[in-house]
């Protein structure tokens, strides 16, 4: 499985983005989904997971202010982020973990695979 993750850049406090994560290679609608980030200096934290049934689970640094979903026919998974603070920023990483129909996984080390990071940059 390969991951592309998009959608990262610079924006003001208090702004929106949308990330996406396209997959390819095996089935898509078999994985479950995670975005993670990673600021400087700080460990890598889940944002948000969603199980191949899409049930979701949001960590408590984004939870509130955004909405993980997925689209089993382009293979997407999106990550909407509102009300950006400035300690949202960070390397956003999408990754796929085996299925589960039930409940997201949690753990990075559940993550089978990993895209390649995005930047968000929240400037006040």
């Known amino acids: 499985v390969q991951l592309q993750a998009c959608g990262g850049g610079l924006v003001q406090a208090g702004g929106s983005l949308r990330l996406s994560c396209t997959a390819s290679g095996r089935t898509f609608d078999t994985w479950a989904m995670g975005w993670f980030r990673q600021a400087p200096g700080k460990e890598r934290e889940l944002v948000a997971a969603?199980?191949?049934?899409?049930?979701?689970f949001y960590g408590d640094s984004m939870k509130g202010r955004c909405t993980i979903s997925r689209d089993n026919t382009p293979n997407t998974t999106y990550l909407q982020m509102n009300s950006l603070k400035l300690e949202d920023t960070a390397v956003y990483y999408c990754?796929?973990?085996?299925?589960?129909?039930?409940?997201?996984?949690?753990?990075?080390?559940?993550?089978?695979?990993w895209g390649q990071g995005t930047q968000v940059t929240v400037s006040s």
């Open positions: 969603i199980s191949s049934g899409e049930s979701t």
């Open positions: 990754a796929a973990a085996r299925y589960r129909y039930s409940s997201p996984w949690l753990n990075s080390h559940d993550y089978t695979y």
